[in-house]
C-alpha cells in the first residue's frame, strides 16, 4: 500500500513537472527570440557594405580649376590689351611689315589672317582694308616725327594718318593706331592731336606725345564733353622714368605702370588751352601706295588666297 502510494505520489510530480515544461516551451514560443533577432540585426548590417560594394559607385568629377587672369581691375586689363596691340606683332623692318601689307592686300586675306600677323587692334582693319579698299587708298610715308634723326613709318588710308611705326631695339613696333573715323593730325616734335567726332564711342580730343624712350604714343591731355584732363605720363620724369626706360630696353614686353594711362588732374578750360600747341600741323608729303610695291623673289607667303573672295568685289 505504502509502495502504491509513492508511485501515485511520483507519477503525479512527473506530471506537474510535465505540465511545467510544456508551458514554457509555449511562452518560449509567443516570446520574441533574441537570437534570431541578433542574426537578423547581423544580416541587415553585413547586406549594406555587400550592396555598397556590388553597385558601382560614381566617380567623383573633381571641379574644374579655375585659374584666374592676374588682373585686379580695368586699368591693369588695359595694360594688358595695350600689350596684345602693340609688342607682341613685331617686324624685322620697315620693307618686310609692307611687304605683309601688299600681300595681304592681293590675296585678300581674311579678318582672321590680318588680326593674327597685325594684331587685334589693326587700324587699317577698323577703316574695312582690304576688303572693301584697293591698294591705292593705303600709302605710307618715312617722316622724323620726334626729330631724332631717325624716320618712323606713318601708313595712310585716303590720304589719314591710321597708324605709326617705329624702331623699338632691333624691331619695329606699333606706336599708335587710329579708331576708324578718328582725324589725326601732326605736329612738330611728334605731337598728335586726336579728334573723335560726337558719333564716336569716345568723343572729344586727345593730344599725345611720342615717348621713344618707352616706344609708345602717350595720351597728354584732353577734352571730352565739357570737361578738361590731363594724364599722369604729362609730368612722368626723373629717376623712375629713367628706371622704366631701362628696363623696357632689356625687355620690351615689360609691364608700364598701370598709372601711367590714368587721369591724374582736372584742368580748367584756360588751363587746356595752355597747353595746345601754338605751331601749325605738319602737311606731310605724298608719300608712297601700296599697289606701287613688288614683292622680292622669292617671297614666300603667309597664306593662301582667300577663294571666297570674289574678283571686282570692291
Not at 604714343?217 to 605720363?233: K, L
Request: charged share 30%; with cysteine.
Amino acid at each position: 500500500m505504502r509502495r502504491s502510494i509513492l508511485t501515485v505520489g511520483f507519477f503525479l510530480i512527473g506530471c506537474v513537472l510535465l505540465a511545467g515544461c510544456g508551458s514554457r516551451e509555449a511562452a518560449s514560443a509567443d516570446a520574441p527570440e533574441p537570437v534570431r533577432e541578433e542574426a537578423e540585426e547581423q544580416v541587415i548590417l553585413t547586406e549594406t557594405p555587400e550592396q555598397e560594394a556590388t553597385e558601382p559607385e560614381e566617380p567623383e568629377i573633381p571641379e574644374k580649376e579655375v585659374i584666374e587672369p592676374e588682373v585686379t581691375g580695368p586699368e591693369e586689363q588695359l595694360i594688358t590689351d595695350l600689350k596684345n596691340n602693340y609688342y607682341v606683332h613685331t617686324f624685322d623692318s620697315y620693307e618686310d611689315l609692307l611687304c605683309l601689307y601688299k600681300e595681304a592686300q592681293d590675296r585678300h586675306y581674311t579678318d582672321e589672317q590680318i588680326e593674327l600677323i597685325f594684331g587685334y587692334g589693326e587700324a587699317l582693319l577698323q577703316y574695312g582694308w582690304p576688303d572693301e579698299t584697293s591698294s591705292y587708298d593705303v600709302g605710307y610715308v618715312y617722316y622724323d616725327v620726334d626729330d631724332d634723326g631717325k624716320d618712323e613709318m606713318i601708313l595712310t588710308f585716303d590720304n589719314e594718318i591710321v597708324e605709326i611705326y617705329s624702331y623699338f631695339g632691333k624691331k619695329v613696333k606699333r606706336f599708335f593706331s587710329a579708331w576708324y573715323g578718328d582725324e589725326i593730325t601732326l605736329y612738330p616734335g611728334g605731337i598728335l592731336k586726336k579728334y573723335a567726332p560726337e558719333t564716336a564711342d569716345f568723343p572729344g580730343t586727345s593730344w599725345y606725345s611720342y615717348d621713344a624712350g618707352l616706344g609708345e604714343y602717350f595720351a597728354d591731355f584732353e577734352e571730352s564733353n565739357g570737361e578738361y584732363y590731363v594724364f599722369c605720363h604729362y609730368d612722368f620724369s626723373g629717376p623712375e622714368r629713367d628706371a622704366l626706360e631701362a628696363k623696357l630696353r632689356e625687355d620690351p614686353d615689360a609691364d608700364m605702370p598701370v598709372w601711367i594711362y590714368e587721369f591724374e588732374d582736372m584742368l580748367t578750360k584756360s588751363d587746356y588751352q595752355k597747353l595746345i600747341p601754338k605751331s601749325k600741323p605738319i602737311k606731310l608729303p605724298a608719300g608712297e601706295k601700296l599697289a606701287d610695291i613688288e614683292l622680292p623673289d622669292g617671297y614666300t607667303p603667309r597664306y593662301e588666297a582667300n577663294e571666297e573672295h570674289e574678283e571686282g568685289s570692291f
